[in-house]
């Protein structure tokens, strides 16, 4: 009986960390962004902190002033012997003469035997004061309060009780400024700071980024060489570098020689087993020969099938290290050119046509890989056509190239042209051949992230159409 397996369940996707999701994942935006972060808070506590202080000052400085104006208020007014009071102050400000101008000062009875009011020419209504028990007087027989004025403007008021002659007879004197003058020219004060430190900040900021930039732009010239390196236009990461990055150079120049070596170390070993396996395997095919009959014939049958798989995926190793190293640069035109006139020498009988771009196209892989692929193709090519083959090279999309190469053969049936591409698979057994070339083919255009099509050509014959990666 057999058992039905269990459904595994659908592997949910990895989601990013909060952090990856909250901040890009580009470095100048980070520091850019922190550092602006950091200057407008900054600019906000140098903000509160200017501010607070001027309030302060300013407060101090209004109290003062009030102070000054309740002194030079009493030392102005006397009493008279029938108790009347008596002087004409002058405080020194016009405010005080302004009708309902929010400055005003007035003088009042505070005990007996003390009659009649003075008050400054700018008060037109009596202004209420609290009682003493909702505001006491302190130790000075002095109070301060705010209090609603003539022209609903806030007042700060100043008041305090003091003894006129020596019969003990008192009066209140009142000193009133305008505390909602005070406020505005806080407010102002406030936005003209506002202002000024906007406009600082934004410079800050402005310049703060552009050191960041200009900072980074050793990475971008990183950035650059690898793309180099990448391309094929260079072996390593070349130029001065800042101390800080010059060891992630270094090390990345280390990697690069390392992946040389390796590459070189597996055509090595590629060649070493090649020629390891290849005496053995003849040795077979001819002993099983001359062996002769249904043993010695499957013997060297075999013999070339293992052949055949060892040629095979020895080739696959050798482009599979190569892919996964340094990425080489194989100028297109004068191999093609090379390799038709090679051609043309082995088979004269067949007619070969060359088109090729204006300007050369560079391949992104190694030279012996596009020999291997354009000659089998080629070879292919030339063993099934009648008398003509065509072969045109033209630029596609960004960084990618075609090879087309179109014959006037039998081509190919449409419902073969899947085993064609399969190993050891030959379509035609009259004709010589391993029938691993086209097999060959696919592995290297797909090795590169190539594409590989096999389609009915207008001469009447095969045409194989090959796109690669280009170098710019």
Do not use: C
Not at 45 to 57: D, G, H, N, P, S
Not at 139 to 168: M, P
Request: charge should be neutral; proline fraction near 5%; charged fraction near 20%.
């Amino acid at each position: 009986m057999s058992r039905r397996r269990k459904a595994e369940p659908l592997p949910i996707p990895a989601r990013k960390p909060f952090s990856a999701r909250l901040w890009p994942r580009s470095l100048a935006f980070r520091v850019i962004g922190f550092s602006t972060i950091w200057a407008i808070l900054t600019l906000i506590v140098i903000f509160t902190l200017i501010t607070t202080l001027y309030r302060q000052a300013s407060e101090r400085g209004f109290d003062s002033l009030l102070s000054a104006h309740l002194f030079n208020l009493i030392g102005s007014v006397g009493v008279s012997e029938s108790g009347q009071l008596t002087g004409a102050p002058d405080l020194g400000d016009l405010r005080f003469s302004e009708p309902n101008s929010g400055w005003y000062w007035s003088v009042e009875p505070a005990s007996e035997g003390v009659h009649g009011n003075l008050h400054s020419s700018s008060m037109t209504t009596t202004i209420p004061s609290p009682t003493v028990a909702e505001v006491p007087f302190n130790s000075s027989f002095q109070r301060s309060y705010s209090t609603d004025g003539i022209g609903d403007e806030e007042l700060q008021v100043f008041e305090s009780e003091f003894v006129l002659d020596a019969k003990n007879r008192a009066a209140r004197f009142r000193v009133m400024g305008n505390k909602t003058e005070l406020e505005q020219e806080i407010a102002t004060f406030q936005r003209r700071l506002l202002t000024y430190l906007s406009l600082f900040g934004v410079g800050m900021i402005a310049i703060n980024a552009i050191a960041i930039l200009l900072g980074l732009q050793p990475l971008r010239r990183v950035r650059n060489a690898l793309a180099m390196v990448r391309e094929g236009t260079a072996q390593r990461l070349d130029g001065q570098f800042p101390a800080e990055i010059e060891p992630l150079a270094n090390e990345t120049n280390a990697l690069i020689e390392n992946n040389k070596r390796i590459v070189e170390r597996s055509r090595t070993q590629v060649g070493n087993l090649a020629h390891s396996l290849k005496t053995p395997l003849a040795v077979l095919i001819n002993e099983g020969r001359a062996l002769g009959g249904a043993k010695g014939q499957l013997i060297a049958d075999q013999a070339a099938s293992m052949q055949k798989q060892v040629d095979h995926y020895l080739q696959r190793a050798r482009v599979a290290a190569q892919r996964d190293s340094v990425v080489y640069r194989t100028p297109v035109t004068p191999l093609v050119q090379r390799m038709v006139r090679v051609l043309q020498k082995l088979k004269p009988d067949v007619s070969l046509s060359l088109a090729l771009p204006a300007a050369d196209i560079v391949f992104a892989g190694e030279r012996e890989d596009l020999e291997e692929l354009l000659g089998n193709l080629l070879d292919n090519a030339m063993k099934w056509a009648k008398s003509s083959v065509a072969v045109s090279i033209t630029p596609a999309a960004a960084g990618l190239f075609e090879i087309s190469i179109e014959d006037d053969g039998p081509g190919i049936p449409e419902d073969k042209a899947r085993d064609a591409l399969k190993r050891g698979r030959r379509l035609d057994e009259t004709k010589p051949g391993t029938g691993l070339g086209l097999a060959i083919v696919a592995d290297l255009v797909n090795e590169y992230g190539g594409v590989l099509a096999l389609d009915r050509s207008a001469m009447g014959g095969l045409k194989a159409v090959v796109r690669l990666r280009s170098l710019q």
